[in-house]
């Protein structure tokens, strides 16, 4: 029971999160439960199965998520909600788990087994991709519309801001740590302390920038962190012009810079045959925002009954759940290249 507590945290936070999936580096697990994860636990893929023998499983299991897509040599561990958060009674959680099998009779049926249930009517391409088409975006915009995981609270710290007139270093703070809150994005004090500071300095022009859809307003933000010792925070940095545009503006102007989308978009430029000198052989993870969203509009001209913001969530709420294509995407990429 002991070392069951000594979890505790971990649990907590994955309930708090109320998201379907989890991605945590083993740094940030440790951070969480305020001790290192023990040297096998670092080494060994088992050590991270939904063994109830193993003692990690104590971290996730009565949260009511399993492990899945453990990368031993990146360090990263992802969850994925499957059941109700149970601290006792494990009959129970063995009873919602078992909920959640599917058979498998066919390679199909494997490359299609990590899609969420409420996304199976999502119509997909050849090779078994999700389709960029309207028809698809509609179903996603609506899933997203009514999943309780998002829940739209940086868009009301912004409005108290615009009521009030109010644009300090104290009101942007706000509002960037709703954003980052509701998008469970894993952002320190000191980095949307900085990111507020820069939107609110005047002679940074933050509102003036944001109007005109400027995309090397994010990299500005992003150089600002650089310059006081901090990360590139790709994803909150786009997500607060993405949505600011938006809220202040009602404009589709820019896109959200995103792992999920990065890891499935070169797959997509394959696809539509976009100019192969202008992604092919670099990696998404080191382009400038400017460099992403060149590639990004790219894709976007080719279809043009959606809009920024609408292809952005179908690919980004189609696989961040979806690990297995996520993988399959990666490896069609030389295929296509080679086809057309």
């Known amino acids: 029971m002991a070392k069951q507590k000594n979890y505790r945290p971990l649990v907590d936070y994955l309930i708090n999160s109320n998201k379907d999936i989890v991605e945590l580096t083993f740094n940030e697990i440790e951070e969480i439960l305020g001790f290192e994860l023990a040297p096998s636990a670092k080494k060994y893929r088992q050590n991270w199965s939904n063994n109830e023998q193993e003692t990690l499983t104590h971290a996730w299991l009565p949260a009511g998520y399993e492990s899945f897509d453990v990368s031993m040599s990146k360090q990263i561990a992802h969850f994925r909600k499957v059941g109700t958060a149970v601290v006792s009674d494990k009959k ?53 519309e009514n999943d309780s995981g998002y829940r739209h609270i940086g868009k009301m710290a912004f409005d108290v801001m615009y009521a009030n007139n109010d644009y300090s270093k104290e009101s942007f703070y706000q509002v960037i740590n709703k954003i980052a809150t509701e998008n469970s994005t894993r952002t320190s004090k000191v980095v949307m302390s900085l990111l507020a500071e820069y939107c609110s300095n005047l002679e940074n022009r933050f509102f003036e920038r944001l109007k005109e859809g400027n995309p090397q307003l994010v990299d500005d933000l992003l150089e600002y962190l650089v310059k006081n010792g901090e990360r590139r925070d790709k994803s909150l940095a786009s997500k607060i012009c993405r949505y600011m545009n938006e809220w202040l503006y009602h404009e589709d102007s820019f896109t959200v810079n995103d792992s999920v989308v990065r890891k499935v978009l070169p797959y997509y430029l394959a696809y539509y045959k976009i100019d192969k000198s202008l992604w092919y052989g670099k990696n998404l993870d080191d382009l400038s925002y400017v460099e992403f969203f060149r590639l990004f509009n790219a894709l976007k001209d080719l279809i ?20 297995i294509r996520s993988s399959i995407a990666e490896a069609m990429i030389e295929v296509l290249v080679n086809k057309y």
């Not at 299609?112 to 975006?137: A, G, H």
């Not at 609408?310 to 189609?318: C, K, N």
């Open 92 to 144: 129970v959680y063995k009873k919602t788990i078992n909920k959640r099998v599917k058979v498998v009779n066919s390679p199909e049926d494997e490359i299609l087994l990590d899609i969420p249930d409420n996304l199976l009517s999502l119509e997909n391409d050849e090779f078994f991709m999700v389709k960029l088409s309207k028809s698809n975006s509609s179903i996603v915009e609506v899933e997203i």
């Open 304 to 323: 043009p009954e959606m809009n920024r913001h609408e292809l952005d969530h179908l690919m980004w709420y189609t696989y961040k759940g979806d690990p």
